[in-house]
Structures are given as structure tokens and as C-alpha cells.
């Protein structure tokens, strides 16, 4: 199967523009699932919870949702992106996952960062794994879950063959880190990361960039710089990530000892 990243950078709480944008790089890209960043129809740096109740989506709904499912539709792919989730009265950090067909699962951010605490609610979901194409199993984490080992082996042992990681990401050890992931779990990421410097109300970000596509081993199969835009784009074959084999006589899933893991 075919796997990608879209990697651009969106303006703040310039909806328009951003989906224009996300359109503009997913005309004909053919691929079976790509990943765009964290929050990409809003930008990140917010200052006041008006702000993102003024793009927020409740899911399932919204012009993002209606935009990106008739692209997942055309394009006869599965489409993984962050947006800010309205639901009643609460804000999430969210992602949502739609397949051509129409369905669509969403994942609430696990794990806030720094001042999304100031205008999110934890996420309540769960790591949750999602079967696409009859048979791969994907999972989902955000950005700043990567920092939780806990995270990639919860969904790698609730079989998950493809971390689909969308991210907002501005600290420098990310990209090393999700190596290590795909190699303690023996399983592909696809890491979809912004660019461009966002400054609002005095607080000023530089995201990092670098979006990958990782394999089993924790190898780039193919990445973008610190300040490009575009899409990547890997063939892969997910069955890879059913052999757990370390070595002949180890297994990195066969050999665990959950018993002593506890404190």
C-alpha cells in the first residue's frame, strides 16, 4: 500500500486559505492513507478560547470534515487530520480519520502541551485502533503523545501496523524519538509535521518540519526538510509490522514480562 505526509504551513485562523491549501497539495496525489498535520485548518498559537471556538468543528460536521471527505472520496483514499473539535460546550485537540466511503473515527488528543491546557480538555478516547483497506490496522497519536512511550505500545499491542502521527511539533527531539517507537514496536509511522513561524498575542512558535515516513526498524523511507512544503509519498507493505522477531530467540512482543512492569 501506498502511505504519504502532506506537510505545509496553515495560517492562523485563516480556514480559507489552509483548505485551499490542503487541496491544492492533495490534487491527484495517489496514495491509500496520508496524514496532515496537527490543527491544520486553524494554525496553533492561540491566545484566547475565543479563538478556537471561532474555527472549532464539531466531528463529523464542519466545512473541513465536508471538504476533506469529498476528497477522501475522489482520491479513494483514507485521510488523517487534526482539527480543533468542538463538542457542547468542551474543546479537544482532535483528529479525525475518514474513508473514502464516508465513515470516520476521531481520536481526542491525550496528551496536552504546554498552553493547550489553557484552552483544551485532555482527551477522553483512548488509543484506538482502526481497520482501512479490509485489513491494515492503523492507530493514531498527536504530536506531544510521542513523548509517552506508553502511547505507540498501547496501540501496537492492540495490533496497530501504522502510527498516523499528525503534529504541530517545536521541540528538537521528536523526529530522533519516533524512531525508537517504530523500533521497540515493530511498527510504520507516519509523522506529518507543520513549518512557518506563528506569532499571536506576544507568543511567537518556529515548528520544526521534517515530516517522516518511518519503517520497522525505525528508518526514514522518505522525509521533508525544516521549511518545505509538499507531500511524501512511500510504498510499504504493513504485514512487515506482524514480525515482532528481534533475533532468533527473541520476540519484542513473546518477550515481555508485564508482571514486573509495575510499580
Known sequence: MKVSALQFEPRFLNKEYNLYKIKQLL??????LVVLPELCN???VFATQEEVFSVAEEAGKGETYFVLSEIANSNNCNIVYGYPELDSNKLFNSCMLIMPDGRFYNYRKTHLFNREKL?????DTGFQVFSILDRIKIGIMICFDWQFPE???TLALAGA???CHPANLVLPWCQQAMKIRCLENRV???TANRIGTEINAGEKLSFTGQSQILNTKGEVLSSLSVNEEGTITVEINPEEANDKTVTERNDAFKDRRP???KL
Not at 490534487?27 to 491509500?32: A, E, N, P, S, V
Not at 484552552?119 to 482527551?123: A, K, Q, W
Open 259 to 261: 508482571e514486573f512492569y
Open 119 to 123: 484552552f483544551f480538555s485532555p482527551g
Open 42 to 44: 486553524s494554525g496553533y
Open 27 to 32: 490534487y491527484k496525489l495517489k496514495t491509500d
Open 151 to 153: 502511547a505507540a505500545r
Open 188 to 190: 510504520f509511522a507516519v
Open 161 to 163: 501496523q501504522i502510527i
